[in-house]
């Protein structure tokens, strides 16, 4: 307990400071942290970008070694983010629907138009819903219950 009082005490210290400094008038704040949020989160699953190169990679489409950037995992956290941002639920996108996924990429790209991307995702948002409305309603009728 003490020790915790101790980490809010130093938080307190380290916010005023920061604020007495103004870092914030020196940045986009905003971008900033979303830049960092999208940095660790997607380190988490693996990914070796620095906050830097993160940067880079979100103000400049350069990534490293010169891939090109196509979606992936930094683009569907990305698309969460958004969809949580206007407050619509997250996609999802099917471990076995992988190769039509990356068809519907591929399509698109090649094309230069988003309709067969769209038409993918917007399948997967309905087979997403349709599922988990099913293990609800399953769920209510054996008497489970989701509320803690």
Do not use: C, V
């Amino acid at each position: 307990m003490e020790k915790d009082n101790r980490t809010w005490n130093d938080i307190e210290s380290l916010i005023s400071e920061y604020n007495d400094l103004k870092l914030s008038d020196l940045i986009d704040y905003k971008k900033f942290y979303l830049y960092s949020i999208i940095s660790h989160s997607t380190a988490i699953e693996g990914s070796t970008l620095t906050e830097a190169e993160t940067q880079i990679l979100l103000d400049e489409g350069l990534t490293a070694k010169g891939k090109p950037l196509i979606n992936g995992r930094m683009a569907r956290l990305i698309m969460n983010y958004i969809q949580f941002y206007h407050q619509q639920i997250p996609s999802k996108i099917y471990r076995e629907d992988k190769s039509d996924y990356i068809l519907s990429l591929r399509t698109s790209q090649d094309s230069n138009k988003p309709e067969a991307f769209r038409s993918f995702m917007l399948m997967q948002q309905k087979k997403m819903l349709k599922e988990e409305i099913f293990n609800f309603k399953t769920s209510q009728k054996k008497g489970f219950s989701f509320m803690f």
